[in-house]
C-alpha cells in the first residue's frame, strides 16, 4: 500500500467514513505512516436491478456493512480506539438518508472514544485524494471533479482555499456517461461498460456537439449532448438498424465529445490561473480516454495532470481520513453536531 505521509504530529491517527452515496468505506490514516487501512463495500449489485440508486436502499445498507467495516479497518490497521486523534465523516454533499448514517456513526463514535470528530466536503475529500499517492501535487492547482453527481472545475490556491471557476448547468458527466450508457441498451453503472464499448468504435461516424466550448466561461453542459445521442439512436431504431458496430461507434462518438470539452474547459482554467497542475478527481476520472488526451494535452502546455490511484477515483474513506487529518492539523473541529448537509457549496467550507 502506498503511504504519503504529511508534516506534523506523527501520533495523530484519523478514522474516515464514507457513506454519501452507493459506497461504504472506513479508512484509517496516520500523520508520518500514510494510509493503514482502507475498507469498501460497493452497492453496485444491490441498485443494478433499479438501474439506479435507490435512496433508502442505499441507507438501509450502510446501516448494515458500517460496523463491521469499521471492525475489519481498525484490525487492518493494528490500531484500538485509544489510538485515533478524530473521527472524520462525509458531511455532504450527497443523498440525505446515505449522509445521516455515516454522520451520526462518526459523532457517536467520537463522543464514546473522547475524541474529536470533523465534517468533511466530500469534493473536497475528492480534489485532495490525490495527494495520497507517494507523487501528489503541491499547491496551488486547478482540480478538474468529475462525478456522477458533479462535473467542476476548481482554483485550489491552499488547503481550505478553494474558488469555483466553472460548473455543470445540468447533467454531470458522470451521470451523462450512465444516462447514455442506458440508451444503448448498457446496464448500471454503465460509464465503465460504455468506455469499454467505444474502444473499437468508430467516433467520426456521427457529428456530436461540444457544449459550451463556443462561449466564455468555464461551465459545462452535458443534457444536449446527451439528447443529441439519443435522437440518433432513435433514428437508427426507426430505420430498422442499431448494429453492434453502430452501437459502438455511437459510444465512442459520445466519449470523444465529452473528453473534447473535459480536456479543452480544464486547459482554459490552467491558462487563466497560470498554475501548471490539473488534479483529476472522481468516477470519470478513471476513464483511460480521458486520461490519455488530459496527459498529451498538458504537455504540450508545459502543466501536469495527477490522479489518485483507480480504486480512489470512486468514494473511499481514505481520503476522509485524509482530508479529516488536515482540517485537524489546522485546528478545524466539528463538535458533536451531526452535520448531513444534501447540498453543500464547496466554497462555503
Known amino acids: 500500500m502506498q503511504n504519503n505521509p504529511v508534516s506534523g504530529d506523527p501520533a495523530l491517527t484519523v478514522l474516515g467514513i464514507e457513506t454519501s ?11 508520518t505512516r500514510g494510509l493503514l487501512a482502507h475498507q469498501v463495500f460497493s452497492q ?27 471492525e475489519a479497518a481498525l484490525t487492518d490497521a493494528g490500531v484500538n480506539p485509544h489510538d485515533l486523534s478524530g473521527v472524520a465523516y462525509t458531511a455532504g454533499p450527497g443523498l440525505i438518508g446515505a449522509l445521516l448514517v455515516g454522520a451520526t456513526m462518526g459523532v457517536g463514535l467520537g463522543l464514546a472514544w473522547g475524541i474529536p470528530t470533523v465534517a ?63 440508451l444503448l441498451g448498457l446496464s448500471y453503472p454503465g460509464g465503465p461498460q460504455l468506455a469499454v464499448l467505444a474502444e473499437p468504435g468508430n467516433g467520426d461516424r456521427f457529428a456530436f456537439p461540444r457544449p459550451m466550448l463556443k462561449q466564455r466561461g ?9 439528447t443529441a445521442v439519443m435522437l440518433r439512436v432513435r433514428a437508427l431504431e426507426e430505420a430498422g438498424s442499431l448494429t453492434d458496430s453502430e452501437r459502438a461507434d455511437l459510444a465512442d462518438g459520445f466519449q470523444e465529445a465529452v473528453v473534447d470539452t473535459l480536456v479543452a474547459k480544464s486547459l482554459r482554467a490552467i491558462e487563466s490561473t497560470g498554475y501548471h497542475k490539473l488534479v483529476v478527481a472522481g468516477g470519470v476520472g478513471a476513464n483511460q ?9 498538458l504537455a504540450q502546455h508545459g502543466a501536469k495532470v495527477y490522479y489518485p490511484r483507480t480504486e480512489f477515483c470512486t468514494d473511499n474513506g481514505a481520503m476522509v481520513a485524509f482530508a479529516g487529518l488536515l482540517h485537524i492539523q489546522a485546528g478545524a473541529i466539528s463538535g458533536l453536531e451531526i452535520q448531513a448537509r444534501p447540498r453543500w457549496d464547496l466554497q462555503d467550507i
Open 120 to 182: 468533511v466536503h466530500h469534493m473536497e475529500a475528492h480534489l485532495l485524494a490525490p495527494l495520497l499517492e507517494a507523487d501528489g501535487p503541491d499547491f496551488p492547482f486547478v482540480a478538474l471533479l468529475v462525478s456522477g453527481g458533479h462535473t467542476m472545475l476548481v482554483d485550489v490556491s491552499g488547503f481550505g482555499c478553494y474558488r469555483l471557476l466553472g460548473e455543470t448547468r445540468d447533467d454531470a458527466a458522470g451521470e451523462a456517461f450512465d444516462k447514455t450508457a442506458k
Open 21 to 31: 452515496c452507493d459506497e461504504t468505506a472506513v479508512a484509517v490514516y496516520n500523520a
Open 218 to 226: 468555464l461551465d459545462f453542459s452535458f443534457s444536449g449532448l446527451k
Open 289 to 297: 480516454r480521458l486520461r490519455a488526451r488530459l496527459r498529451e494535452e
Open 44 to 70: 453496485v449489485a444491490i441498485h443494478a436491478q433499479y438501474g439506479g440508486v435507490v435512496p433508502e436502499l442505499a441507507s438501509r445498507d450502510h446501516i448494515r456493512k458500517l460496523l463491521p467495516l469499521l
